[in-house]
């Protein structure tokens, strides 16, 4: 196994998605199509943090095989999401286009998250990455019990809403509500929102945090 610390702190059958219209397709991958070594480092990070986590990374890095993505190019960004302990079943896969909301802190501040798998798991949009061939958003999750990859199409509306929201998300508003107090303990209760942000990188030393 290499021993390279990946995480830098300065994140079956293959269905070929790049033949279908649908606005998400899902591939089932097996073991042998990750770089283990830092799929691991990012599920070992992800628990020790004990929070939702997202990890930027690029294609090269955590995939093994060409035939997991034939429409990604090495260079293409993939976002890693982590879910230690939660099962795929809970957070099942759709065919259906995310959707874009803002969420703010209790000073206001705000940043656009895109919501997928019907809106079970949140990211950050400004942590995904486009794949050049075929303008899809690259998110691998990394379940307790299964892999699968996400490529959701980035149709001319999705993007569209992605701007509105990011630019929207720049002005400070008073925030509605009182913030939700969640436990570490149900840190990966439904939703889950990944709020930590983690590059990437084949560097030593320790995963560079982002986000919180």
Known sequence: MNSTNYLNMAPQKLMNSSKTKANVTTTHL?????NWGLAQQILDDCQRAGVPSSYRTSVSE??????????????????VVPLPGVPSALVPA?????????????????????????GKVLVATQEL???????????????GD????????????????????????????????????VSDEHAFRLPIIARRMITVTPIEGGP???GS
């Open 30 to 34: 097996k073991h042998d199509a990750l």
């Open 62 to 79: 955590i995939f093994t095989r060409p035939d997991v993505g034939p429409e990604l190019l090495e260079e293409d960004g993939c976002l």
């Open 94 to 118: 759709t065919s259906k286009s995310p959707s874009v909301v803002i969420i703010r802190d209790e000073s206001g501040k705000g940043r656009a998250y895109l919501q997928l798998r019907s």
């Open 129 to 143: 990455g486009i794949s050049q061939l075929e303008a899809r958003y690259p998110v691998l999750y990394l379940f």
């Open 146 to 181: 299964s892999f699968s990859l996400d490529m959701i199409r980035a149709t001319k509306a999705l993007e569209e809403e992605i701007w509105v929201h990011e630019m929207s998300a720049q002005s400070r508003h008073p925030r509605v509500g009182k913030p939700s107090s």
């Open 208 to 210: 560079e945090e982002e």
